[in-house]
Protein backbone atom coordinates (compact mmCIF):
# COMPACT_ATOMS: atom_id res chain seq x y z
CA UNK A 1 0.00 0.00 0.00
CA UNK A 2 2.85 2.22 0.52
CA UNK A 3 4.39 2.02 -2.86
CA UNK A 4 0.83 2.90 -4.08
CA UNK A 5 0.13 6.17 -2.12
CA UNK A 6 3.75 7.30 -3.36
CA UNK A 7 2.54 6.69 -7.21
CA UNK A 8 -0.79 7.64 -6.58
CA UNK A 9 0.70 11.37 -4.85
CA UNK A 10 3.39 11.20 -7.78
CA UNK A 11 0.66 11.00 -10.30
CA UNK A 12 -1.37 13.69 -8.71
CA UNK A 13 1.29 16.08 -7.92
CA UNK A 14 2.81 15.67 -11.39
CA UNK A 15 -1.05 16.28 -12.73
CA UNK A 16 -1.35 19.59 -10.42
CA UNK A 17 1.90 21.07 -11.50
CA UNK A 18 1.34 20.55 -14.86
CA UNK A 19 -2.16 21.47 -15.13
CA UNK A 20 -1.06 24.60 -12.96
CA UNK A 21 1.91 25.03 -15.11
CA UNK A 22 -0.47 25.07 -18.02
CA UNK A 23 -3.14 27.89 -16.29
CA UNK A 24 -0.77 30.24 -15.81
CA UNK A 25 0.55 30.15 -19.62
CA UNK A 26 -3.28 30.50 -20.64
CA UNK A 27 -3.84 33.48 -17.90
CA UNK A 28 -1.05 35.21 -19.16
CA UNK A 29 -1.82 34.99 -22.74
CA UNK A 30 -5.06 36.28 -22.44
CA UNK A 31 -4.02 39.03 -20.17
CA UNK A 32 -1.81 40.13 -22.92
CA UNK A 33 -4.73 40.05 -25.51
CA UNK A 34 -4.05 36.47 -26.93
CA UNK A 35 -6.61 34.01 -27.37
CA UNK A 36 -6.89 31.35 -25.43
CA UNK A 37 -4.90 28.15 -26.75
CA UNK A 38 -6.20 25.09 -25.98
CA UNK A 39 -8.12 25.65 -23.19
CA UNK A 40 -11.82 27.08 -24.16
CA UNK A 41 -11.86 29.94 -22.06
CA UNK A 42 -14.90 31.63 -23.30
CA UNK A 43 -17.42 29.21 -23.39
CA UNK A 44 -15.93 27.50 -19.92
CA UNK A 45 -16.55 31.19 -18.44
CA UNK A 46 -20.24 31.24 -20.02
CA UNK A 47 -20.55 27.48 -18.64
CA UNK A 48 -19.78 28.39 -14.83
CA UNK A 49 -21.65 31.56 -15.09
CA UNK A 50 -24.86 29.53 -16.27
CA UNK A 51 -24.12 26.65 -13.74
CA UNK A 52 -25.82 26.62 -10.45
CA UNK A 53 -24.52 24.00 -7.47
CA UNK A 54 -27.85 22.18 -7.24
CA UNK A 55 -27.49 20.64 -10.87
CA UNK A 56 -27.14 16.57 -10.90
CA UNK A 57 -23.67 17.48 -13.16
CA UNK A 58 -21.92 19.34 -10.17
CA UNK A 59 -23.44 17.07 -7.31
CA UNK A 60 -21.90 14.11 -8.82
CA UNK A 61 -18.13 15.73 -9.39
CA UNK A 62 -18.26 17.23 -6.18
CA UNK A 63 -19.61 13.91 -4.49
CA UNK A 64 -16.75 11.98 -6.61
CA UNK A 65 -13.65 14.58 -5.35
CA UNK A 66 -15.09 14.33 -1.71
CA UNK A 67 -14.54 10.31 -1.68
CA UNK A 68 -11.43 10.56 -3.28
CA UNK A 69 -10.19 12.80 -0.72
CA UNK A 70 -11.57 10.36 1.81
CA UNK A 71 -9.74 7.41 0.46
CA UNK A 72 -6.71 9.83 0.39
CA UNK A 73 -7.04 10.30 3.79
CA UNK A 74 -7.34 7.00 5.02
CA UNK A 75 -4.63 5.92 3.56
CA UNK A 76 -2.36 8.82 5.10
CA UNK A 77 -4.20 8.20 8.36
CA UNK A 78 -3.79 4.46 8.31
CA UNK A 79 -0.75 2.63 10.78
CA UNK A 80 1.65 1.67 8.74
CA UNK A 81 4.33 -0.80 9.65
CA UNK A 82 7.61 0.78 10.88
CA UNK A 83 10.25 0.76 8.74
CA UNK A 84 13.03 1.31 11.52
CA UNK A 85 12.83 0.45 15.36
CA UNK A 86 14.36 2.42 17.90
CA UNK A 87 16.66 0.57 20.42
CA UNK A 88 17.79 1.85 23.78
CA UNK A 89 20.77 2.70 24.96
CA UNK A 90 21.92 4.14 27.87
CA UNK A 91 23.37 6.72 26.92
CA UNK A 92 21.45 10.14 27.52
CA UNK A 93 19.78 11.70 24.37
CA UNK A 94 21.31 9.34 21.88
CA UNK A 95 19.39 7.33 19.72
CA UNK A 96 20.08 3.94 17.66
CA UNK A 97 18.07 3.19 14.93
CA UNK A 98 17.68 -0.16 12.99
CA UNK A 99 15.54 -1.20 9.81
CA UNK A 100 12.84 -3.46 11.33
CA UNK A 101 12.80 -5.62 7.42
CA UNK A 102 16.38 -6.10 7.91
CA UNK A 103 15.45 -7.24 11.55
CA UNK A 104 13.12 -9.14 10.87
CA UNK A 105 15.31 -11.12 8.05
CA UNK A 106 18.30 -11.73 10.50
CA UNK A 107 15.90 -13.22 13.35
CA UNK A 108 14.32 -15.43 10.55
CA UNK A 109 17.18 -16.66 9.12
CA UNK A 110 18.63 -17.41 12.81
CA UNK A 111 15.41 -19.35 13.60
CA UNK A 112 15.45 -21.34 10.19
CA UNK A 113 19.79 -22.35 11.02
CA UNK A 114 18.94 -23.18 14.43
CA UNK A 115 16.10 -25.20 14.80
CA UNK A 116 13.97 -27.24 12.59
CA UNK A 117 11.89 -24.95 11.16
CA UNK A 118 11.71 -25.44 7.37
CA UNK A 119 10.20 -22.17 6.80
CA UNK A 120 9.18 -18.60 8.80
CA UNK A 121 8.17 -15.36 9.13
CA UNK A 122 8.20 -12.98 11.66
CA UNK A 123 6.29 -9.45 12.49
CA UNK A 124 8.21 -7.48 14.82
CA UNK A 125 5.81 -4.71 16.45
CA UNK A 126 7.61 -2.16 18.41
CA UNK A 127 5.99 -0.80 21.68
CA UNK A 128 6.88 2.26 23.98
CA UNK A 129 8.75 -0.27 26.32
CA UNK A 130 9.10 -3.24 24.38
CA UNK A 131 8.93 -4.94 21.09
CA UNK A 132 6.09 -7.76 20.17
CA UNK A 133 7.52 -10.37 18.31
CA UNK A 134 4.69 -12.79 16.36
CA UNK A 135 6.81 -15.69 14.41
CA UNK A 136 4.65 -18.21 11.93
CA UNK A 137 6.86 -21.19 11.57
CA UNK A 138 6.47 -24.49 9.80
CA UNK A 139 7.89 -27.37 12.05
CA UNK A 140 7.09 -29.98 14.48
CA UNK A 141 5.06 -28.98 17.41
CA UNK A 142 7.82 -29.99 19.51
CA UNK A 143 10.82 -27.26 18.72
CA UNK A 144 8.00 -24.48 20.40
CA UNK A 145 10.37 -23.74 22.89
CA UNK A 146 13.71 -23.88 21.29
CA UNK A 147 12.03 -21.98 18.38
CA UNK A 148 10.93 -18.83 21.07
CA UNK A 149 14.48 -19.42 22.58
CA UNK A 150 16.15 -18.90 19.07
CA UNK A 151 14.28 -15.24 18.75
CA UNK A 152 14.65 -14.33 22.13
CA UNK A 153 18.72 -14.99 21.86
CA UNK A 154 18.77 -13.02 18.38
CA UNK A 155 16.79 -9.93 19.41
CA UNK A 156 18.83 -10.19 23.06
CA UNK A 157 21.65 -9.83 20.62
CA UNK A 158 20.64 -6.85 18.93
CA UNK A 159 19.68 -5.08 21.99
CA UNK A 160 16.07 -5.51 21.77
CA UNK A 161 13.81 -4.06 24.49
CA UNK A 162 14.74 -6.71 27.53
CA UNK A 163 10.79 -7.07 28.13
CA UNK A 164 9.74 -7.69 24.63
CA UNK A 165 7.13 -10.64 24.08
CA UNK A 166 7.77 -13.61 21.96
CA UNK A 167 4.85 -14.89 19.88
CA UNK A 168 5.15 -18.24 18.09
CA UNK A 169 2.78 -19.66 15.98
CA UNK A 170 3.73 -23.40 14.21
CA UNK A 171 2.21 -25.11 12.14
CA UNK A 172 3.13 -28.75 11.28
CA UNK A 173 4.58 -29.70 8.03
CA UNK A 174 2.68 -31.27 5.42
CA UNK A 175 3.85 -35.22 4.70
CA UNK A 176 4.69 -36.06 1.34
CA UNK A 177 2.17 -38.90 -0.43
Known amino acids: MRAFNRL ?3 VVGL ?3 GGGGFCVVEVILAAIGHRFVVIPGRSWLASLRTTSWSTTTVLVVV ?3 AAVGLVLFGAET ?3 HRWRLELPTSARGARWWVSSRSLEAHVRRRVLAET ?3 RARLHLVPR ?4 KAKLKAVAPTSVR ?3 EASVRKALDGVGAPPRSKVKVKISPPRKLA
Open 63 to 65: AAI
Open 128 to 131: RRRW
Open 116 to 118: LAS
Open 8 to 10: LGL
Open 78 to 80: RRW
Open 15 to 17: ALV
Open 145 to 147: AEI
